[in-house]
C-alpha cells in the first residue's frame, strides 16, 4: 500500500520496509534524509540526496568569428546555471591549443 504525503511525495510500504519517493525532485528537495528503524536496537541510516540540473551556457559568438590577422580574438563560453557547477574547459578540434596543450 502507499500513503501519499502530498502531490509529490509518497511512501510505499513493503513488506520488509518501505520507500519514500519524491516525484519530480527539485533543488529544494536536496539534503540528508533519515530512516529509522526500531529493532532490537533504534538504528538510523541516513541517504543524502544531491539533485542535478541541466547547465545553461552561453556562447560568443554564437557562429563564427571572423578577426584580422594581428587582431585579438575572443571566444566566450559562460555558465549561466547549473549544478553541480559545471567545468569549463577548452580544445581545439584536431589540433593542440596555441599554448601546446590538448586542452585549458
Do not use: F
Request: aromatic share 2%; charged share 25%.
Amino acid at each position: 500500500a502507499s500513503q501519499i504525503i502530498d502531490k509529490r511525495v509518497r511512501l510505499e510500504e513493503q513488506k520488509n520496509g518501505n520507500h519514500l519517493v519524491l516525484g519530480q525532485a527539485t533543488p529544494a528537495d536536496e539534503g540528508v534524509y533519515t530512516c529509522q528503524i526500531s529493532a532490537y536496537k533504534l538504528t538510523e541510516l541516513t541517504h543524502t540526496v544531491q539533485i542535478r540540473v541541466k547547465p545553461v551556457i552561453s556562447t560568443t559568438p554564437e557562429d563564427v568569428l571572423i578577426v584580422n590577422a594581428g587582431s585579438q580574438a575572443t571566444l566566450v563560453c559562460n555558465i549561466l546555471a547549473g549544478t553541480p557547477t559545471p567545468e569549463v574547459k577548452w580544445r581545439r578540434k584536431e589540433k593542440k591549443m596555441p599554448t601546446g596543450e590538448e586542452e585549458i
